[in-house]
């Protein structure tokens, strides 16, 4: 049986332990010795992050072949058209090669999204959307670069759920433990 954590890492934490004297990391929000973060989010992004105290279970969660489902909800700079939801789904051109197939749908914005801070830049007319996309890889950025390849930048970056596990009940910059068979 693994240990795992569930945290809701806030904007503009780094997810490593140890200290780059420019952000808040995971040690201003973690006490428990010998967990360690199953992949990363970036410091622009906000959500859920995985951790364990479980090297075969790390190795498990970030391995390709073993890739669980990511779900992000993602607000988007515009309104997608049905083109662009579609393309999403089939696959993207980026330049490290075309995506595979994602889900896709418009979605309207979650009820419980908490404040960012700074919050996100707001054009009077352009209009945002929310988008929840499931991914199966995780190429560097992978998300914003194909909203931006698609013609609707990211505004807003928060991933809800990994595999089985999901932000449920889950505030900004808190965590759970949870055991894993």
């Known amino acids: ?41 970036d410091t622009d992004s906000e959500g859920l992050l995985v951790l364990t105290d479980d090297g075969k279970l ?50 309207d914005e979650p009820t419980i999204l908490w404040p960012r ?3 996100i830049r707001e054009r009077k007319n352009i209009p945002a959307s929310w988008l929840e996309l499931t991914i199966r890889e995780g190429k560097n950025r992978q998300v914003r670069r194909m909203t931006a390849a698609v013609g609707f930048p990211t505004l807003r970056l928060i991933r809800y759920r990994i595999g089985e596990w999901s932000l449920d009940e889950l505030e900004s910059g808190m965590w759970r433990q949870s055991l894993f068979q």
């Open 58 to 107: 790390q190795h498990r969660i970030t391995d390709p072949q073993h890739k669980l489902p990511k779900t992000y909800w993602v607000q988007v700079e515009g309104v997608p058209d049905e083109a662009a939801l579609a393309q999403l789904c089939h696959g993207v051109s980026l330049k490290d090669g075309v995506t595979r197939p994602t889900q896709a749908r418009l979605m």
């Open 117 to 119: 801070n700074p919050p």
């Open 1 to 41: 049986m693994s240990r795992i954590l569930l945290f809701n890492k806030p904007y503009n934490v780094i997810c490593q332990f140890s200290r780059d004297g420019l952000h808040p990391t995971l040690a201003d929000y973690i006490s428990m010795p010998d967990f360690y973060p199953a992949g990363r989010l």
